[in-house]
């Protein structure tokens, strides 16, 4: 069932009552973008579901709303535990690696949230794992300090049931991450890749990789990119540096900030075509991200 399959809504509403709805709905949109932006790892999906919960609150009976911010999250929530079944199905049949949808941090890092949490590329792959109920308690709990009671009251399980959700996620993502490094020596590392990949120096790149280092390539099927993981610190490198004589002709690298990380803005004749960024641990570099989907990369690519 979702959030307003019971919802009255009113036959019209006075110029003033809409403005003043319109003004709820844009003191809360951050939080309600970073709620849905953190449960689907997408963007654009994020974008839409915002833009129904405003249709559904501005046809809302909105006199009955006790708590506009808790019903708010309530809708985008639900809305999104909806949406995240719907893209497991559509991202089975997803052309190579799928890679969460870069988001432009630079203007506002917590997009909402009083905290970074679940925003960075890692995580958010770490909770493509979780069923869409841990995942929603995850956000609600790590990211924005929601009570316990209160998430239980949005994703409708008990509060004994949404303890023992966000324990689990948090429990996955705990161990299926490496201590990550700090900002500033993921940047370090961020540029000597660059440098490495660009040069095509083989002996660089492998003192930069763990070992168990995966790189990915997301291209979605519209570009050419690698279609499985390349997986260990040599293989890694020598498929670098195998198509660094081409792939780096006339690139202008940009460096900027998606999710919270430093990434490079790989740009061709002032078109951004790949945002590339790593993840790093005391190991060295654990994951390459090189997320090349033209359909996905518009938000960086907007100020890159």
Same mark, same amino acid.
Request: hydrophobic share 45%.
């Given at each position: 069932m979702t959030v307003a399959d019971d919802v009255p809504t009113s036959e019209s509403g006075g110029p003033e009552d809409l403005e003043q709805a319109a003004t709820i709905f844009a003191g809360l949109r951050p939080r309600l973008f970073g709620i849905?932006?953190?449960m689907l790892g997408s963007f654009t999906e994020a974008e839409d579901l915002v833009q129904e919960v405003w249709l559904r609150w501005q046809n809302y009976e909105r006199g009955t709303v006790v708590n506009p911010a808790a019903f708010l999250a309530t809708a985008i929530t639900r809305l999104a535990i909806n949406a995240v079944q719907?893209?497991?199905?559509?991202?089975?049949?997803?052309?190579?690696?799928?890679l969460p949808e870069p988001v432009d941090t630079g203007a506002d890092p917590h997009l909402g949230a009083e905290r970074d949490e679940a925003l960075g590329f890692a995580v958010l792959l770490l909770l493509?794992?979780?069923s869409p109920n841990e995942r929603a308690a995850y956000v609600l709990r790590e990211a924005f300090d929601y009570p316990y009671r209160q998430i239980a009251e949005i994703i409708q399980l008990s509060e004994a049931a949404v303890r023992q959700l966000v324990s689990r996620a948090r429990k996955h993502?705990?161990?299926?991450? @490496?201590?990550?490094?700090?900002?500033?020596?993921?940047? @370090?590392?961020?540029?000597?890749?660059?440098?490495?990949? @660009?040069?095509?120096?083989?002996?660089?790149?492998e003192e930069l990789l763990a070992a168990d280092v995966t790189s990915y390539s997301d291209g979605g099927g519209a570009v050419r990119a690698s279609r499985i993981p390349v997986v260990g610190a040599l293989r890694v490198a020598r498929y670098v540096r195998a198509f660094a004589a081409h792939f780096w002709v006339g690139v202008e690298v940009k460096w900027g900030s998606a999710n919270g990380q430093a990434c490079a803005l790989l740009c061709r004749d002032g078109v951004v075509f790949t945002v590339?960024?790593?993840?790093?641990?005391?190991?060295?570099?654990?994951?390459?991200?090189w997320m090349m989907n033209p359909d996905k990369i518009m938000a960086v690519s907007a100020v890159g």
């Open positions: 849905a932006y953190r719907s893209a497991r199905v559509r991202r089975e049949t997803y052309v190579g690696p799928w493509e794992r979780l993502v705990r161990t299926g991450r @490496r201590a990550p490094v700090t900002g500033a020596e993921q940047r @370090r590392l961020l540029t000597a890749f660059v440098a490495a990949a @660009r040069s095509g120096d083989l002996a660089a790149l590339l960024t790593v993840d790093a641990s005391a190991e060295g570099i654990d994951r390459v991200l």
